[in-house]
């Protein structure tokens, strides 16, 4: 199985995340997530794919979702809006992202990865 895996290089989860995939043997196709930000048509699919609320894209920790104010916008805008500014910065995208098949892990939760991945 090779999966594609969107990290932000000096995201330290991001770092724990590549090093579980290489302790396990899963090959991936490595992506900067800021270098190479989604687009909104790869985005839609991935939200689709995974089952999850769009929310749980948005990297609410980060600095740019706070500098933005996005707690009290995000409620407030359509999906479409949502995607729109997910494609505009990497950063605002929530990390380690990995797209497999008929998959997509948000974050990295090792026992979720395990389940799904191994």
């Known amino acids: ?3 594609l895996f969107l990290e932000y290089p000096k995201c330290t989860t991001c770092k724990k995340a590549k ?3 290489d302790e396990n043997s899963i090959s991936y196709e490595d992506r900067h997530i800021v270098e190479e930000n989604p687009t909104v048509e790869e985005l839609k699919e991935w939200h689709q794919k995974s089952g999850l609320p769009l929310k749980r894209f948005f990297n609410t920790s980060g600095m740019v979702y706070r500098q933005e104010g996005l707690k009290d916008k995000l409620p407030t805008m359509t999906e479409e809006e949502q995607y729109a500014l ?3 910065n990497g950063m605002l ?3 380690p992202l990995v797209i497999g ?3 997509v892990l948000v974050g990295f939760k ?3 990865w395990s389940e799904t991945l191994a």
């Open 101 to 103: 098949d008929d998959f």
């Open 19 to 21: 090093k579980w995939l």
């Open 110 to 112: 090792e026992a979720q």
């Open 86 to 88: 997910l494609a505009t």
């Open 93 to 95: 995208v929530k990390r």
């Open 1 to 3: 199985m090779s999966v």
